[in-house]
């Protein structure tokens, strides 16, 4: 290391009262407080560099993000393990509805189910409780009865 005599550049900042012996490398003004903020809600007066809080805002801030989508994730995965079989029974009866009609070459009842039957139309809330539990099957029955009906009248020709 050089003294001031033999660096008149550092005999300047002594006399200036800059002594860089002593100086931190990272200087005084980077350094603060961390607030409860910076550690969400924790007690740690402690001086850290900004970049320290900057990084665990940001690792925070990526565990919410990741949790939150977790949590949405097991329960979308939770509402469908619950919905399905519920949807999966009322698209046997709508499949086994238009595929009695398309067999039975009754174009016009066929376009009438098809446009009656509607995913839109079969899912309407009016058909479901709040935990998503068919109440009211009177549109499928409605339809499955056109083509018992249509079956029946079928087999009573060909008798």
Known sequence: MTTAEEDPKREKLEREGINDDDDDIWGDEEFHEATTEDNYGLETPVKEHVNTSAL????????????????????????????YPIGASIGTRI??????????SNTELLDKAKAELQISKVLDSKYFDGNVNLIDDSLLTKWEGHSINLTDSKKNNKD
Do not use: C, P
Request: proline residues 0%; aromatic residues 8%.
């Open 56 to 83: 665990r805002r940001k690792h925070a801030k990526a565990g919410y993000l990741d949790g939150i989508g977790a949590a949405e994730n097991h329960g979308l995965q939770d509402a469908f393990d619950e919905g």
């Open 95 to 104: 499949g086994q509805i238009i595929g009695t009609l398309y067999s039975k």
